[in-house]
C-alpha cells in the first residue's frame, strides 16, 4: 500500500497496513476511555437507571466518542491516497453524527433533529462522496437504477442500518459486538477482493470496537457505554461498508463473488436490521409510534429470562454467526429465496424468547 511522506514514496507490505491499523485503533481506544471516564465522573456526565434501562448505577455515556477517535486518527495515519476524495465526505458525515450524538449524550435531543442530522449525513456520502448503491443486483429483475432512486435508495438504507445499531445498544457488547462481526467480515472480503482501503477502514473500526468492548462489558472501575455517539459513528461506518461491498462485488469475478451479496448484507446484519424491522412492526400494529422507546428488543426478553448481560450478547452474537454461515452457504438459491429463508428463521428464533417470557408470566 502506497504512502507518501513529503516528496518520500514508500510501499508498505499489505499485511502490515491492516495489522497496523487494528493494533492502533485498539490502543489509541483503550488509552482514550479511561480519560473520558475520569472527565465524566467529574462533571456528572452519567447514565442513570430508569425504567427503561437495564443496568445498575450511574455509568458514562461517552464511549463513541473514544470509538471516534480511534478509528479517524488511525484512518488518518494509515489511509493510503487511494480513496481520499470518499474519505473526506466520510469524515463530515462522521463529525455531524459525532457532535449530534454527544449533543443527545449529554443534553438529549428531540428524535426527528437526530432524524435530520442522520438523512443530512446519509446526503453528503450518496451526493458529495458518490457512494451510493447503484445496482440491485437483479432483485426482482432491477439491475442499474437511475441517479434519483440510487440517492435516494442509499439514503433510506444509510439511516435504516444507523437506526439499527442505535436501537440494539440496549445490553453490554450487543452493538460493539455485533459492529466487531460485521467490520471483520467486511475487512476480510474487501482485502481478499484486493480492496485495500477499505479493509483498512473495517480493521480500524473493528480495533477500536475491540478496546470498547473490554470496557463496556468487562470493566468495573472504567465501565462506559457506547451512547448514541458510538452506536450513530457505527451504524455510519458499517453501512458505508456495506454499501462499497455491493457495489465493489458486482465487478468482482471468480471465487470471491458473492452470488446474493444483498442477502449477504442482510444475514451479516441481521440482528440490526430485523430486530428493528420487528419493533417497528409491533409498535405500528399496538398503534403506537415506531419510534417510542420500550422494552420490547429481543435483547430485553433474553434479560427476562434471567441471562445477564455478557450471556445474552454471547447468545445474540452466536445466532449472528450462524445467519452469516447459512447465507453464505445457501447462495445459489438466489437473492429473493434466500432473503425469505432468512426472514423465516429470524423470526422463528426471535420468537423463542418472547414465548418464554410469555411462558413463565403465565406460570
Same mark, same amino acid.
Given at each position: 500500500m502506497r504512502h507518501y511522506f513529503g516528496n518520500i514514496q514508500i510501499d508498505f507490505p499489505v499485511w502490515l497496513v491492516i495489522i497496523g491499523g487494528f /493494533? +492502533?485503533? %485498539? %490502543?489509541? +481506544?483503550? @488509552? /482514550? @476511555?479511561? =480519560? @473520558? /471516564?475520569? /472527565? =465524566?465522573? @467529574?462533571k456528572g456526565l452519567y447514565d442513570e437507571p430508569n425504567h427503561r434501562t437495564s443496568h445498575l448505577g450511574n455509568v458514562p455515556t461517552l464511549g463513541g466518542s473514544a470509538v471516534f477517535i480511534g478509528f479517524i486518527l488511525t484512518i488518518s495515519i494509515f489511509s493510503g491516497h487511494g480513496i481520499d476524495h470518499e474519505l473526506k465526505y466520510i469524515f463530515g458525515a462522521l463529525l455531524i453524527l459525532f457532535f449530534i450524538g454527544i449533543k443527545d449524550d449529554i443534553l438529549i435531543i428531540d428524535p426527528r433533529k437526530k432524524l435530520v442530522a442522520q438523512i443530512l449525513a446519509a446526503s453528503i456520502l450518496s451526493i458529495l462522496g458518490n457512494i451510493r448503491l447503484t445496482n440491485l443486483h437483479n432483485v426482482l429483475g432491477i439491475g442499474e437504477i437511475s441517479y434519483l432512486s440510487s440517492i435516494l435508495l442509499t439514503i433510506l438504507v444509510v439511516v435504516f442500518i444507523i437506526n439499527g445499531f442505535n436501537l440494539i445498544d440496549g445490553i453490554d457488547g450487543l452493538a460493539s459486538g455485533t459492529g466487531i462481526i460485521a467490520s471483520l467480515f467486511f475487512g476480510f472480503w474487501f482485502l481478499l477482493a484486493g480492496f485495500v482501503s477499505y479493509s483498512l477502514m473495517s480493521f480500524a473500526l473493528a480495533g477500536s470496537l475491540f478496546a470498547f468492548f473490554k470496557f463496556n462489558v468487562f470493566g468495573k472501575e472504567n465501565k462506559i457505554f457506547l451512547g448514541d455517539t458510538g452506536s450513530l459513528i457505527i451504524g455510519l461506518i458499517i453501512s458505508v461498508l456495506a454499501i462499497r461491498f455491493l457495489e465493489y462485488d458486482h465487478h468482482v469475478a471468480g471465487k470471491w463473488h458473492m452470488e446474493s451479496a444483498p442477502a449477504v448484507v442482510f444475514g451479516v446484519l441481521i440482528i440490526p436490521l430485523f430486530d428493528t424491522l420487528r419493533i417497528m412492526l409491533i409498535r405500528t400494529m399496538q398503534g403506537s409510534s415506531p419510534f417510542n422507546p420500550d422494552r420490547q428488543h429481543v435483547h430485553h426478553r433474553m434479560l427476562e429470562l434471567g441471562n445477564s448481560h455478557l450471556r445474552s450478547t454471547l447468545i445474540i452474537l452466536g445466532f449472528n454467526l450462524f445467519f452469516i454461515a447459512v447465507t453464505i452457504s445457501l447462495q445459489s438459491i438466489g437473492v429473493f429465496w434466500l432473503v425469505v429463508l432468512q426472514l423465516i428463521l429470524a423470526s422463528a428464533v426471535s420468537f423463542i424468547p418472547v414465548y418464554l417470557v410469555k411462558y413463565n408470566r403465565v406460570k
Open positions: /493494533v +492502533t485503533a %485498539f %490502543f489509541l +481506544t483503550y @488509552i /482514550v @476511555i479511561p =480519560s @473520558i /471516564v475520569k /472527565v =465524566s465522573g @467529574i
